[in-house]
């Protein structure tokens, strides 16, 4: 075989990160296992359990129903499939704020629901107004995203809550990627702040496990039921999830990283990450910048295109939000030192390039 994987030494944009060592080591001891068919593989299938437990105390909800996913993107479609089969409507629809991540669309597509898309304000995170606006009789499901992709941003989600439930639809909150950083801030998020009903937290982000660990959580196993097949194959008689086989590894490097991280390590990371996010704002707007003020450790900042793509050819790997802003996530990988290096490179560029957007 040939090739070697990227180093993640200039990896500014990604939303993943190596895995800690003790996650790499259980990944690898566990790659050979299918929490797919628990009554054969039952270490991994106790391993999911105190994965799952673990991520109901991160979000604040005792007994918490949940499994590992592949994804972020697994658990969302899965949330909107529990809020459209729970549904009486014929014509159901979901309500999402325009920073939701493109799972959301994927999710329409497959399960056939009609997205409605509701504007910002100019803080980034949805207008309540219009979400009320949009819902009507035919509403299954509300999201809202704590930690947006693009900025950070953490919606209101108790009053999202308490809109869908007049509705009698379901809360979905993304904290696919937030979910590890939110606990160390006075954001009101999760289970124990909200009519949450469902909630995405990956493992595979912040959480430092391997990749595939995806995170669903609901507040109570009948919303599972809502997605339940029966499994005459199997010796356990039905499953939820949506792939059939998944990954042990991404399992048990998930409750491995936990173990190891929740909550110190974790906190820790939280402060460094905030503080190379001012670092970086800091020094961007020193050099001229329109930098966004970030909430979540997410810098966003209005960059020519010239001097984005002379950056990338440097090896850079930093991406644009939708509106052409260059983004860098405060990932456990991206140090002091790396962010040095990245100022010393702009440096060194801006004379040669047109820096005006
Ligand atoms: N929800 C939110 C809020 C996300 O930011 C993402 C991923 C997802 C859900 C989907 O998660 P999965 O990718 O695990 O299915 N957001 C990243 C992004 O779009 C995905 C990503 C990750 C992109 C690493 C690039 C990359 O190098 O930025």
């Not at 949940?66 to 972020?72: D, E, R």
């Not at 048990?252 to 970086?280: H, I, K």
């Amino acid at each position: 075989m040939r090739g070697q994987p990227q180093d993640f030494d200039r990896v500014l944009s990604s939303m993943c990160t190596p895995p800690h060592p003790v996650a790499r080591e259980a990944a690898e001891r566990y790659l050979a296992t299918n929490p797919g068919d628990p009554a054969t593989y039952q270490t991994v299938a106790d391993l999911e359990d105190d994965a799952v437990a673990m991520l109901g105390d991160i979000v604040g909800l005792d007994d918490p129903a949940g499994y590992i996913a592949s994804g972020g993107t697994e658990a969302n479609i899965q949330a909107v499939r529990m809020a459209r089969n729970r549904s009486v409507s014929s014509d159901p629809n979901v309500v999402v704020p325009e920073s939701a991540h493109f799972s959301f669309q994927k999710a329409a597509d497959v399960l056939a629901i009609e997205l409605r898309i509701a504007p910002l304000t100019d803080n980034y995170t949805v207008d309540l107004g219009a979400v009320k606006r949009f819902c009507d009789e035919d509403t299954a499901g509300i999201v809202g995203v704590a930690g947006s992709t693009e900025y950070g941003r953490v919606d209101p989600i108790p009053e999202l809550a308490n809109i869908a439930h007049r509705h009698d639809a379901l809360l979905h909150v993304d904290a696919a990627w937030g979910g590890f950083l939110l606990p160390f801030t006075d954001h009101d998020w999760h289970f124990g702040h909200a009519g949450v009903d469902t909630l995405t937290i990956d493992p595979h982000k912040m959480g430092q496990a391997a990749i595939p660990a995806g995170g669903l959580l609901a507040r109570e196993d009948e919303l599972f039921d809502a997605l339940a097949v029966d499994t005459p194959y199997l010796e356990s008689a039905k499953q939820a999830t949506l792939t059939g086989t998944r990954s042990g590894a991404g399992v048990a490097s998930a409750a491995a990283a936990m173990q190891e991280l929740w909550p110190d390590g974790y906190r820790e990371q939280y402060e460094t990450s905030v503080a190379n996010a001012d670092f970086l704002v800091d020094a961007l707007r020193e050099r001229g910048f329109d930098v966004v003020e970030p909430d979540l450790p997410i810098v966003t900042a209005d960059v020519s295109s010239e001097l984005f793509e002379a950056l990338r050819e440097e090896g850079w790997r930093v991406s644009t939000t939708g509106s052409d802003e260059m983004r860098v996530v405060m990932m456990p990988h991206v140090t002091r030192e790396m962010l040095s290096a990245f100022l010393t490179d702009i440096d060194r560029l801006r004379p040669t390039v047109n820096i005006n957007t």
